[in-house]
Antibody, heavy 119, light 108 residues
Framework: EVKLEESGGGLVQPGGSMKLSCVASGFTFSNYWMNWVRQSPEKGLEWVAEIRLKSNNYATHYAESVKGRFTISRDDSKSSVYLQMNNLRAEDTGIYYC??????????WGQGTSVTVSS | DIQMTQTTSSLSASLGDRVTISCRASQDISNYLNWYQQKPDGTVKLLIYYTSRLHSGVPSRFSGSGSGTDYSLTISNLEQEDIATYFCQQGNTLPPWTFGGGTKLEIK
């Protein structure tokens, strides 16, 4: 059974940092692109970042809204993907989902972890 | 970036009804259109990918169609467990992945 489990969310002050983690199980993690997607009432579902495979030199891509502030990374030996978030803003508040990419779709999603940026 | 539009933000239907949810892309996405279901507890699942291909474990009462810029998701014989919000997403021009605003389905 494919499982994705996020952790690391919580409350952080504006300008602060936070690192989200996602542990995968039930499949060969190193064979799949991974993404982070967030959801807020204001913006709905918003793609945040993507990381590809070792064969793609672990290429990364980011939404314009987070470029320069967020960093996605992966550790295939731990079946994990991470999202380092720096210089957080109120508009980064939301539920953050880890997703697996397959055939140009996000075929599995984690349960989400909540991030609140507020003073 | 490709914009995805779901013009119906909420929809009310009766159990057993046939329901159709629409999605429009701002340009031709060559059938790379996916549908997701989000339950009230936040759980998100892939239902359909590449316009009409059913994801593993998805009931056959769900189906998808469309081409070019216009796509739809149909639920035949609506069941209580189908109460959820449905999102479309394009997978043609990446990045960025872009989503529609969602259609919330309620029971009449």
């Amino acid at each position: 059974e494919v499982k994705l489990e996020e952790s690391g969310g919580g409350l952080v002050q504006p300008g602060g940092s936070m690192k989200l983690s996602c542990v995968a199980s039930g499949f060969t993690f190193s064979n799949y692109w991974m993404n982070w997607v967030r959801q807020s009432p204001e913006k709905g579902l918003e793609w945040v970042a993507e990381i590809r495979l070792k064969s793609n030199n672990y290429a990364t891509h980011y939404a314009e809204s987070v470029k320069g502030r967020f960093t996605i990374s992966r550790d295939d030996s731990k079946s994990s993907v991470y999202l380092q978030m720096n210089n957080l803003r109120a508009e980064d508040t939301g539920i953050y989902y880890c997703t697996r990419c397959n055939s140009y779709a996000m075929d599995y999603w984690g349960q989400g972890t909540s991030v609140t940026v507020s003073s | 970036d490709i914009q995805m539009t779901q013009t119906t933000s909420s929809l009310s239907a009766s159990l057993g009804d046939r329901v159709t949810i629409s999605c429009r892309a701002s340009q031709d996405i060559s059938n790379y259109l996916n549908w997701y279901q989000q339950k009230p507890d936040g759980t998100v699942k892939l239902l359909i990918y590449y316009t009409s291909r059913l994801h593993s474990g998805v009931p056959s009462r769900f189906s998808g169609s469309g081409s070019g810029t216009d796509y739809s998701l149909t639920i035949s014989n609506l069941e209580q467990e189908d109460i959820a919000t449905y999102f479309c997403q394009q997978g043609n021009t990446l990045p960025p992945w872009t989503f529609g605003g969602g259609t919330k389905l309620e029971i009449k």
